[in-house]
């Protein structure tokens, strides 16, 4: 049973994700053409279509949006409660056929994370969750990793930072490092357990992963920006500098293993 403050909301964020189910069923990934933003950024029509079965079932009179794939409105600035929304993260995994994309909903009060929902059609993964309620996985109550060390830990790494060489100074270690797509992803894997860390040092938007720090903070896991500050969500520039998430005892263990390597930006305003 879900808590009274967000029952409407997740059941908003469950309804949109069932509508994302249908929206991606008309889609083949690995087979779909592909156009690419400024920046070869991928974008397909399922990321547009997604962007507009969500907002239909989510957006509310008084509510703000934010995704990906909308044109930002800045009366979202003056909003108390905001959709933070990325219909298809993930879209170079989907445009290969690899199984590591999904529909990103985070729903932020006051500038605070604190109700997502996370689907990954190609894994038939639903992730969703509130502060006051919990998250479940496929409809089950879901805990995040109790580990205390980093010894055998499964830490989740950006596919592409892989590619690029930037996680080689974690490689030889006592964890495992696995490469995986999309950002929101990993988190929701995280928030529910099936992972004991991911992190990333290079620079994520809010829709990139406030539906996936919403889901660890409602499991009671740990989230940090790279300043070691709580994420805030809403902000006029969304570009963050990147972002750290685990079970709740690995806090210290993971700061002290990134500390060295941090290079942190002054925070966009």
């Known amino acids: 049973m879900h808590s009274p403050s967000y029952a409407d909301i997740l059941n908003r964020i469950h309804a949109a994700l069932d509508a994302s189910r249908q929206v991606f069923a008309r889609f083949t990934p690995g087979a779909i053409e592909t156009e690419y933003k400024a920046g070869h950024d991928p974008v397909t029509e399922a990321d547009r279509a997604l962007d507009a079965v969500l907002r239909k079932a989510l957006l509310q009179e008084g509510e703000g949006w934010l995704s990906e794939e909308s044109v930002d409105d800045p009366i979202r600035l003056q909003r108390s409660r905001v959709w933070v929304v990325d219909p298809l993260d ?95 992803y990993k988190l929701a894997l995280v928030s529910a357990g099936l992972a004991d860390i991911t992190f990333t040092l290079t620079p994520k938007h809010e829709w990139d992963v406030v539906g996936g720090v919403a889901l660890v903070q409602s499991a009671c896991g740990f989230v940090s920006t790279l300043d070691k500050t709580a994420l805030t969500a809403n902000r006029r520039d969304p570009l963050l500098s990147g972002l750290l998430a685990s079970g709740p005892f690995l806090k210290e263990p993971l700061l002290a293993l990134v500390e060295p390597h941090l290079r942190v930006p002054q925070q966009a305003r």
């Open 90 to 184: 993930g879209t170079r995994e989907f445009v290969t056929g690899i199984p590591e994309f999904c529909a990103s909903i985070g729903f932020v009060e006051n500038g605070r994370p604190v109700a997502g929902g996370i689907f990954n059609p190609a894994t038939d993964e639903t992730f969703l969750g509130a502060i006051d309620s919990g998250v479940t996985y496929n409809g089950k109550v879901a805990k995040p990793s109790q580990r205390t060390t980093l010894d055998g830990a499964l830490i989740l790494a950006s596919r592409s930072e892989v590619k690029r060489g930037e996680w080689k100074v974690f490689e030889n270690n006592v964890f495992k490092i696995r490469p995986m797509g999309s950002v929101a």
